[in-house]
């Protein structure tokens, strides 16, 4: 069969050119001929368009047209032609971005009637190829390239995307000057270049880099900057910048470039802190502008070293509830308890933690069920008492004399177990019994540090969990009436609070069967094939154990009245004191005490609790939960299993020391390695509850009365403590949202509630919140009401003396300092350049006589971070 | 001569590093996807048609919803539930076709009225399942593959929404049917399934996740603006700002998903609150109640379809609160009347916009309770009655075999070998077969199904002529 190689006729270089009238006009100020965004791109002012510059065959003028570079003879409008498959040819091009490709073709080459095939603007520039069906007899095709102007603003789509701008917009960034007239002014103005230190910390082994910036304003063009390297640190041998050479490029229409330095880490441990200033310097193109350099200091850092300030902040939103907000005090930018983890290292702080009396949920709210309505205080108590610990409140309850220190790391734990062993106040039978909701969440704080055998037996025994999974209460089996024990407790004992529903390896994953190995019924399980950890008879056996227990605080077995601070009793007259088998261990017949003795039923207990809590699951089952909760949704094995070791032995032979787990979980290599940091499965989605606290920390929250009633936050953000919606938590440890994350086989539990809803409630949360009253729905007294304390970070807007005024004449102050600040206290410094940059220019746009501009610009600072995906995901 | 033109990019993309491999389930679905919508050939092309689920989390206690009215059934029921029997005067008697007589719950006057008018129908002793068991010996002995986690909570609401009862996923059934109907629509920016409350299993796919909406509809993302506005500095810094941060790319996939999952809520917020902005039709209302606010928000989208680009939907509606070891009669007495009213609005307002045929909604709950009393409420169990509703199914019906009532005592004879102990019932239908009915009417096709069910096989022949119940089918 005859192929024609299509002679590569380009509307461009053809007089159909001139046939197909151009939809729009290009930017030709200067009538040359030539367009002149493309010849700010290549630098081709001094050409015109008859000639050739770089001899490929493509006029000046054609290569205009076709947005290619005239001084690269490889660069031209061309197409190639080549078999594809049996029956098909491709026709190969490079495509420029917002240039129009219209195939057309026909049987001979006569310049009339060609046929249009198919048009299609590109979005991105790149090599194609469009593959046609094989003629039957010769045929010849052509690639027509024009302009299209999408938005009808008067900028082509490929100048638009040349510069930056928005083809489909009129107003690019909804700027209130149209695009043709930014696109004229800033072709015409000269560059103003000036340097900034977006980021001046970085130390020797802490390798996140510190960020100089280098900016331009006024013109449009691409420009090439000079800069000159100073201070006393020596670049290649100290430090790496991200650039080469001494220059930076700004492609037409780039505003920023960022320049990154990364600290090379060296053995000389003796050396002192040192510097690195970038300047600006003189060159074509462009004038310098006031400021024209940016300094940092690279600290030594030794391997003992303390950790440095982001190190710090990074370990406190994994452990604590991020940093607090910078005193003025002290004259520094560094948060107190920042620089508390800096001061006594991280392994230090975890002891100082531990160390620290535990700081129960329960007094407030004794307080507020007396005091409460008088103040308007009503309902939430629970969630208030919550909050008024993870707020570091020095008082357990606000009549106190005296005061605690705050016990964050006790308080993360607590409230990541309790949404292990989970009790929720929403059935109503709890939801009015905050004292005891608050007495069981208290377990949860006693026993953070304690030894997990004696948090599940107190779970067990606690009538908060008898109610939610209904054991309290429960009778031995009653044959003739029918009547049996609850399962619901004895199921999820198992499930849940300590060795679930499959034999674990000691890293976490599934053991699987050997062929020989049985399941719970007795029966072999498969080569290769999980084991079930418990069958339905191992429940029904443990239902007996958990019956007669009722309510502690009565002399007879009843249900009346309730006091759910007082721990369950048994009552051996109604518990089953037959032999049973508990996964595999055999209970002897007890025999009965009088009363609420309860020596049969509790020996019953011990022995159950004793019997999971020895079972080789637990370690794994529950430290991989802990690491979930505070470092990372898809721990290695090898990481999970050294938790799961430590739970199995603490040093000293005892199992199930929850100090020596927390330690394990914090101190390990995977959650103190920074170079994790960049792993790109590394980290999780921060709870959304716990964003709202950092949130709340980091501006110091406070009201007039001094008290933090906060409530509801499930109304945005899906959660709230001890609230969640069934057993299962408010996620579940292995859910995969669907996409890259489930294609990886990871896991990230947290974005079950981030949905289409909630990804918006929660934005706006912040969006609605930063300038007024924290509380979800509004304080239901002035007093009462949270708010940020602001002054220090609005005194970095405008002058202190005018933050009360509703439009401040400033003038404003530059916008980096603050943003830094936000930046260490919200991402423990980890917020890119161009996040500095979108947020920057954002608050730059409100001015005077925007109603309290300066307030606006703090809320677009802290919203546009509280959003990002910098903060919601903790690295 | 018309030459039929392709495109293909061979250069300037760089791969998702983050894609290492995709399940076999996805593999094969995407091989179908090719020849699958042409095969979705029960509805008339274009045709519109959307299921409802709402889910009664905790297990409702479906025995007490449907009860037997023949003299021996109903004595049964009586030994069997003791305390927690209702008596005729606490039940509506209802009259299928072709079968004696059977009550539903005294509270549920509104199913009661549909079902004897022909607009609904009962699924009787349906669960979960992962071949036919007969009874309770091949329980006992496990000489049939059961389904994991039996009376769990987490494990049924999990195989309920999955139908694969002998793995633990997080894909369901209707994420699978998205996965291959949702191009049917000619809109992607909302998704096919739409979910009142929240994210679910039932509606995940392996390439689609639900859209989360509550009662009022859609929320906006509040001070963005889509387009510049005069006067509007914040506004328009503000979605600017937004815009260039949706656009930013991340290495680490958590932080991409969470841009993605934004972003994709932005977008679905304009299309939807556009297509559900017209009120409802004049005379249509509904009980201002958890399940009749939801109902009345499914309606509107309903009533969108067009502006949605959709031809498929399903929603998805969880009332939780149904786990009644305590005071099941007190419960029920008031959260059944809440599902029956606000299904009862429901139907009216599809027969107001002529869509009765076009919609089919249906109950599901974790687990039948045992029929026996633990002295205050009832436990988990396994097989349990749905309600089906629709102007296009067949009405008036109890598809599935309703089970004898009767319960084995500990030790001596077997009265009832579907009773594996104090009235928990081996299903008789499994989920795979309700679920077909629904598949296929919703345009999977007979060859699609068992990628949609896996099981369905072990309950059903795909090349049969037959439907897997008749109901909807």
Same mark, same amino acid.
């Given at each position: ?23 729009? #006009?290009?930017?030709? !100020? /200067?009538?040359?001929?030539? +367009?002149?965004?493309? $010849? *700010?791109?290549?630098? =081709? %002012? ?6 050739d ?36 040819l ?12 219209? #195939?057309?073709?026909? !049987? /001979?080459?006569?310049?009339? +009637?060609?046929?249009? $095939? *198919?048009?299609?603007? =590109? %979005? ?23 302009d ?18 928005n ?17 004229? !002014?800033?072709?015409?103005?000269a ?5 900034a ?9 802490w390798?996140?880099p ?6 331009r ?7 090439t ?17 991200s ?12 505003r ?36 024209t350099?940016g ?12 950790p ?11 452990a ?16 107190e308890n ?14 100082d ?22 103040l ?43 949404e ?23 377990l ?30 429960n ?19 198992m ?17 699987l ?6 399941d ?21 056996e443990?239902?007996r ?5 009722s ?108 100090k ?34 950092n ?32 057993v ?12 890259a ?20 409630t929660?934005?706006?949360y ?22 940020l ?9 405008v ?44 608050m ?29 995901v903790?690295? | ?6 495109r ?87 009259n299928p076709?072709g079968?004696?007589?059977y ?56 195989q ?14 209707g ?19 739409v ?38 500095d ?11 941060q ?37 005379g ?19 009533q ?11 929603f ?20 059944l ?34 029929l ?13 009655n ?15 075999q ?5 319960t ?25 077969v ?6 296929l ?5 007979k ?27």
């Open positions: 069969m005859k192929t024609t190689l299509a002679p590569h006729f380009l509307r461009t270089s053809a007089a159909a050119l001139l046939v197909m009238a151009l939809p729009a #006009l290009a930017i030709d !100020a /200067d009538g040359d001929g030539l +367009n002149d965004v493309w $010849e *700010v791109i290549f630098a =081709a %002012q001094s050409l015109v368009a008859s000639a510059a770089d001899g490929d065959g493509a006029t000046n003028g054609a290569e205009s047209r076709a947005g290619t570079n005239p001084f690269d003879a490889s660069s031209r409008p061309t197409m190639t032609l080549a078999p594809w498959a049996p029956t098909q491709q026709l190969g091009f490079t495509r420029v971005a917002g240039k129009r490709y219209t #195939l057309e073709s026909k !049987a /001979d080459l006569s310049l009339a +009637n060609w046929t249009t $095939e *198919v048009a299609e603007v =590109a %979005q991105t520039a790149d090599q194609t190829t469009f593959v046609v069906s094989k003629p039957a007899t010769s045929k010849f095709w052509r690639i027509a390239i024009d299209v102007d999408s938005d009808g603003d008067g900028v082509l789509d490929a100048e638009e995307r040349w510069l930056g701008f083809p489909t917009t009129t107003r690019t960034e909804r700027n209130d000057t149209l695009d043709l007239a930014r696109v004229n !002014a800033g072709l015409a103005a560059s103003v270049v000036t340097v230190t977006l980021d001046p910390r970085m130390s020797e082994r390798p996140d510190a960020a100089i910036v280098v900016r304003s006024g013109g449009l063009k691409p420009i900057v000079n800069l000159t390297f100073s201070g006393t640190a020596t670049r290649n041998t100290d430090y790496t910048a650039i080469a050479g001494t220059t930076v490029s700004f492609g037409a229409g780039v920023e470039v960022p320049v990154e330095l990364m600290p090379t880490v060296d053995a000389n441990d003796a050396e002192g802190a040192e510097t690195i200033t970038i300047t600006a310097s003189a060159g074509s193109g462009y004038t310098l502008g006031s400021s350099s300094t940092v200091i690279l600290e030594n850092e030794t391997a003992a070293s303390l440095s300030a982001k190190a710090a902040a990074r370990f406190l939103i994994q604590a509830y991020g940093p607090d907000q910078d005193s003025s005090a002290d004259g520094d930018d560094v948060p920042v620089e508390e983890v800096m001061a006594m290292g991280i392994p230090g702080w975890i002891e933690q531990i160390a620290r009396p535990a700081n129960k949920l329960q007094p407030w709210v004794d307080w507020a069920s007396v005091n409460g309505p008088a308007q205080i009503y309902g939430r108590w629970l969630q208030h008492s919550w909050w008024n610990r993870a707020m570091g409140i020095p008082k357990l309850r606000p009549d106190d004399a005296g005061t605690v220190a705050p016990d964050p790391l006790r308080q993360r734990i607590a409230f990541a177990l309790s292990i062993l989970v009790v929720s106040d929403r059935p109503e039978t709890l939801a009015v019994e905050a004292r005891g909701v608050t007495n069981y969440y208290d949860m704080v006693t026993h953070a540090f304690g030894n997990f055998r004696d948090l599940l037996f107190d779970v067990a025994m606690h009538p908060a969990m008898g109610i939610y999974l209904s054991h309290l209460g009778q031995k089996a009653d044959p003739v009436n029918k009547i049996y024990p609850d399962e619901n407790f004895a199921r999820e004992i499930q849940l609070f300590s060795i679930g529903l499959w034999r674990l390896n000691p890293d976490g994953s599934r053991y069967s050997n062929g020989a190995d049985l719970p019924a007795g029966n072999i399980v498969p080569a290769g094939q999980p084991i079930a950890t418990y069958g339905n008879s191992d429940i029904t443990l239902a154990v958990f019956t007669g227990q309510f502690g605080n009565n002399v007879d077995f009843t249900l009346f009245p309730r006091d759910f601070t007082v721990p369950m009793k048994v009552w051996d007259e109604f518990h089953d004191c037959a032999p049973k088998t508990l996964l595999g261990l055999a209970l002897p017949a007890r025999t009965p005490s009088p009363g609420n003795t309860g020596s049969a039923g509790l020996a019953d207990v011990n022995a159950a609790i004793n019997n999971l809590f020895n079972h080789p699951n637990v370690g794994p089952f529950i430290g991989k939960q802990l690491i979930q909760r505070l470092v990372t949704s898809n721990p290695s094995p090898a990481y999970v299993a050294r938790v799961s070791a430590a739970f199995a032995n603490n040093g000293a032979t005892v199992r199930g020391d929850m020596a787990v927390v330690r394990a979980v914090l101190l390990d290599d995977e959650a103190r390695n920074p170079a994790m940091m960049s792993l790109p499965t590394f980290g999780k989605l921060r709870e959304p509850l716990l964003r709202v606290v949130f709340a920390r980091a501006f110091n929250a406070t009201s007039p009365s001094g008290l933090i009633i906060l409530d509801q936050m499930s109304l945005a953000h899906g959660q709230d403590a001890a609230n969640a919606p069934s299962f938590n408010f996620f579940l440890p292995a859910h995969s949202p669907p996409g994350l489930t294609q990886m086989g990871l896991v990230a539990p947290e974005f079950q509630i981030i949905n289409a809803s909630s990804a918006v929660g934005a706006n912040f969006w609605e919140h930063v300038l007024s009253d924290l509380q979800p729905q509004g304080s239901s007294s002035s007093d009462n009401a949270v708010r304390s602001l002054n220090d970070e609005l005194a970095m807007i002058p202190a003396g005018q933050i009360a005024q509703d439009v401040p004449s400033g003038p404003a102050m530059d916008p980096d300092p603050l943003i830094r600040r936000l930046d260490l206290a919200l991402t423990g410094g980890t917020l890119p350049p161009r996040q500095y940059q979108i947020i920057r220019e954002a730059l746009r409100i001015n005077p006589p925007t109603w309290q501009w300066h307030r606006e610009r703090f809320r677009l600072a802290v919203y546009l971070i509280t959003t990002s995906a910098d903060f919601n903790q690295r | 001569m018309n030459t039929p033109i392709s293909r990019r061979f250069l300037g993309q760089a791969s998702c590093a983050a894609v290492s491999s995709v399940s076999i389930l996805n593999t094969l679905l995407n091989l179908k996807l090719a020849q699958g919508i042409a095969s979705a050939s029960v509805p008339a092309p274009g045709e519109y048609r959307a299921v409802v689920c709402i889910f009664l989390a905790g297990g409702n206690d479906s025995f007490n919803m449907l009860v037997p009215r023949e003299a021996t059934a109903y004595g049964q029921y009586t030994a069997a539930r003791a305390d927690l029997a209702l008596t005729p005067a606490e039940l509506i008697p209802i076709i079968q004696p007589g009550y539903v719950h005294g509270g549920m006057p509104e199913v009661a009225s549909l079902f004897e008018n022909g607009n609904a129908s009962f699924v009787a002793n349906v669960g979960t399942l992962i071949e036919p068991v007969q009874n309770r010996t091949q329980v006992a002995q496990t000489l049939k593959q059961l389904p994991l986690g039996l009376y769990s909570h987490s494990d049924q609401i999990e309920w929404q999955t139908s694969i009862p002998h793995s633990r996923s997080g894909i369901g059934w994420g699978r049917m998205a996965d291959i109907l949702k191009d049917t629509n000619t809109n992607q920016v909302v998704p096919m399934q979910s009142l409350d929240g994210s679910n299993v039932w509606q995940t796919g392996n390439t689609v996740a639900e859209y989360s909406i509550t009662p009022t509809g859609a929320v906006p993302l509040s001070g963005f603006n889509t387009a510049w506005q005069q006067y509007q914040l506004q328009n810094s503000m979605s600017s700002a937004v815009d260039s949706l656009a930013e790319q991340y290495s680490n996939v958590l932080a991409q998903t969470f841009n993605q999952r934004k972003k994709q809520a932005l977008d679905a917020y304009q299309t939807f609150a556009t297509a559900t902005a017209p009120a409802l039709p004049s249509v209302t509904f009980p201002n109640t958890y399940i009749g606010s939801r109902l009345a928000m499914i309606a509107k989208a309903i969108g379809r067009v502006g949605l680009g959709a031809v498929r939907q399903t998805f509606v969880q009332r939780g609160g149904w786990d009644h070891h305590d005071e099941v009669l007190g419960n029920q007495g008031v959260m009347p809440e599902v029956s009213a606000a299904i009862g609005a429901f139907h009216a307002a599809m027969v107001a916009m002529g869509l009765q045929n076009q919609v089919v909604l249906y109950t599901a709950s974790d687990f039948g309770r045992t026996t009393s633990n002295g205050r409420g009832s436990d988990h169990a396994w097989g349990g749905q309600l089906v509703v629709g102007g296009g199914i067949q009405g008036r019906r109890i598809f599935g309703f089970p004898s009532l009767a084995n005592p500990d030790s001596g004879p077997e009265l009832n070998p579907l009773d594996t102990g104090r009235g928990r019932f081996i299903p008789t239908t499994s989920c795979d309700f679920f077909a009915e629904l598949a009417w919703l345009g999977v096709s060859s699609q199904l068992p990628l949609i069910l896996p099981n369905i096989g072990n309950f059903y022949s795909t090349s049969s002529s037959a439907p897997p119940l008749g109901m909807v089918v």
